[in-house]
């Protein structure tokens, strides 16, 4: 049966390069309940008391670990403060140390995308028989027996309305990523107060990981228009207010629409997912360790250009959301998707972050066998066009 409803905008107008389809199934799931806005982080302590949790969990990294007060939890208080960023096996093994001792009946993840992580994967393996190696992959976990909420304090991962943890394997310098609707928080508070403390850097870097969580799902080969007015709304939100938050942390208003984009890029995680942009920038933070949000920074345009030809219209509307001038020249869309995040102070050249020359190819076969994300790019990815990505970001 065709499409009966007109299409609600010219940028996910069915035609050339438009993935979505408004009859194809999407399974939805979002926390319980969401908190956004200013002095929401007072839900906490209202959701710990209400259900008389005696024994809070926190896990978070030592930034926020040294401010956990915020959090008003009531019972002992345990806080695990050793999330390193982008953690790895044993920094979550650690934090399943101190969680197995502490006996939680809450786990609160207090931080960026990095504590969130830890804090899903703690909450549904402190207790029960299962091991990491056990749950990696899609639905493998059992069950959850403790309490989850999410306070995010970057604008960025969006891991406080999803389902996924990401940790690194360091035998292999992977990602392993697992998926559960058991990680679903039971609470996420959205407080933009608590990321005014970002530095500039960290701000621009994770602001591109939301617009790049929004844009890749938006143009993936499993887009979806339930899915696709927040990556839209994600990406205008990015292109009108991560410059101000870069240039005065203090701008409220800022924030407060990074913090939103942050959440959309979150919604767009969970049913649809990223691409090849995720794909291509893992290797970047699992074998050179550059944060996330700067790894799919250097590599946004790169990919968002390769993918221009399958996704031409929707390429097109992500510019225009952004701000860029519409084109639907791909060499156009790399100038203009290069200059959005090189003006906002990031360093976009791999050679200046650290990575050597000799390690483009192994980066190449690593980012080339990341299949769950390659799989649902608009344009298929070979391995050696993704060395030609890493070869002209040198
Ligand atoms: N689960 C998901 O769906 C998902 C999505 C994207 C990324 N990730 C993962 O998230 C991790 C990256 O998260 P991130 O980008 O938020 O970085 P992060 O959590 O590693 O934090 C970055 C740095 O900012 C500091 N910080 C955090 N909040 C601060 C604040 N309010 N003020 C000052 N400093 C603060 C931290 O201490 C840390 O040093 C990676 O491991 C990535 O793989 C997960
Ligand atoms: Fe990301």
């Known amino acids: 049966m065709p499409n009966a409803l007109p299409p609600a905008r010219r940028a996910g107008e069915p035609g050339k390069g438009t993935m979505t389809s408004l009859s194809a199934p999407i399974e939805i799931i979002r926390p319980e309940v969401i908190e956004f806005g200013s002095g929401t982080i007072a839900a906490v302590a209202r959701f710990a008391r209400g259900k008389g949790v005696r024994r809070p969990l926190v896990v978070a990294d030592a930034f926020n670990a040294a401010r956990v007060d915020l959090l008003a939890l009531p019972g002992e208080v345990t806080v695990f403060g050793e999330v ?35 804090a899903k994967l703690v909450a549904v393996l402190c207790t029960g028989e299962q091991k990491l190696a056990d749950v ?10 403790v309490a989850l909420v999410q306070v995010p304090t970057t604008s960025g991962t969006g891991s406080e309305g999803g ?25 996420a508070v959205v407080d933009p107060d608590l990321t005014m403390s970002v530095p500039p850097q960290v701000t621009a870097a994770t602001g591109v990981d939301a617009l790049a969580h929004c ?4 143009t993936s080969r499993k887009a979806h228009p339930t899915i696709d007015l927040y990556a839209l709304e994600g990406i205008r939100l990015v292109g009108r207010y991560l410059g101000r938050a870069v240039k005065d942390g203090a701008d409220r208003e800022a924030r407060a629409a990074l913090s939103l984009a942050s959440l959309y890029g979150g919604f767009c995680l969970g049913p649809v997912n ?19 949000g700067l790894a ?4 946004f345009p790169h990919t968002l250009a390769f993918n221009m030809p399958a996704v031409e219209a929707k390429t097109e509307a992500v510019l225009e959301a952004l701000g860029a001038p519409a084109t639907r020249n791909p060499a156009a869309a790399f100038d203009a998707a290069y200059k959005f995040c090189a003006d906002l102070g990031i ?17 190449a076969d690593e980012a080339h066998a990341i299949r769950r994300l390659l799989d649902n790019n608009p344009r298929d990815l070979g391995r050696d066009a993704i060395l030609k990505m890493y070869q002209t970001a040198f």
Do not use: W
């Not at 799919?296 to 590599?299: L, P, S, W």
């Not at 360093?347 to 980066?363: F, I, N, R, T, W």
């Open 84 to 118: 390193k960023p982008e953690p790895d096996v044993p920094n979550l093994e650690k934090a399943l140390g101190v969680a197995r001792a502490a006996r939680p009946d809450l786990v609160v993840g207090f931080g960026g995308g990095s504590a969130m992580d830890l």
């Open 136 to 145: 990696v992959g899609p639905d493998k976990v059992a069950g959850r027996s």
């Open 163 to 187: 389902i996924r943890a990401l940790v690194t394997d360091p035998a292999t310098r992977n990602k392993l990523a697992v998926q559960s609707r058991f990680m679903l928080a039971d609470l």
């Open 215 to 218: 844009a890749e799902a938006f």
């Open 274 to 292: 990223t691409t090849a942009g995720h794909a291509v920038a893992y290797p970047l933070g699992t074998r050179h360790h550059i944060a996330h």
């Open 296 to 299: 799919c920074a250097v590599i």
């Open 347 to 363: 360093e976009m050249k791999l050679s200046a972050l650290g990575v050597p020359a000799d390690d483009l190819g192994a980066m």
